[in-house]
């Protein structure tokens, strides 16, 4: 059961996330916006990425029901703006990336889900189109991509602590 109601928090707090975002980026042609919301172990712990006017945030929740709490901060693993061939690579991705195709929910069919499974949420705004999409205990090979991008604008120093841990061999579910 509370693994039930810690995935329907979280895709009620993921939708709602969304919808404001889209709207935030969505009056500029070339404006990128990418929100990923990591939750890594269940409601214990999440990252959230963010990328968005030319800079990459990333921050780490250490209780994911309490980053909703009224004056909680996390702790901010990584702020740095891009570099202006950060931003090209990123536009040229974004350029060729599928997200308008691309399924907005990638579930394992597993039939007592671990309460414990990795749920991932992202926001994507690439100009006036915008895309959300679930993942619970899934590999996606496109959203793959999108995470090693984003892995590439983290500096070294910080690759360990911030980087996105998403390999095909970490989930049961492929596609």
């Not at 929740?61 to 980053?67: I, L, T, V």
């Not at 990123?90 to 309460?115: C, G, H, V, W, Y």
């Not at 895309?131 to 995470?147: E, G, P, R, T």
């Not at 983290?154 to 579910?173: G, R």
Request: charge should be positive.
């Amino acid at each position: 059961m509370k693994g039930t109601a810690c995935l329907l928090l979280f895709y009620f707090l993921a939708s709602v996330f969304s919808v404001g975002y889209a709207q935030k980026v969505s009056g500029n042609d070339d404006a990128i916006a990418i929100e990923i919301h990591d939750n890594q172990n269940g409601c214990c712990s999440s990252q959230e990425y963010y990328i968005e006017d030319g800079r990459l945030i990333v921050d780490y929740y250490s209780e994911h029901g309490a980053m909703y709490t009224e004056g909680y901060v996390p702790d901010t693993i990584l702020k740095k703006k891009l570099t202006k061939a950060e931003s090209t690579k990123l536009k040229q991705f974004m350029l060729k990336f599928p997200f308008r195709s691309i399924d907005t929910l990638f579930a394992s069919t597993k039939e007592n889900p671990d309460a414990e499974a990795r749920e991932i949420s992202l926001s994507i705004s690439f100009g006036k189109a915008h895309k959300a999409i679930q993942i619970s205990d899934c590999y996606q090979k496109n959203v793959a991509a999108l995470f090693a991008l984003v892995n590439s604008f983290i500096p070294l120093d910080k690759k360990e602590q911030a980087k996105i841990k998403y390999l095909k061999s970490m989930f049961s579910c492929v596609r």
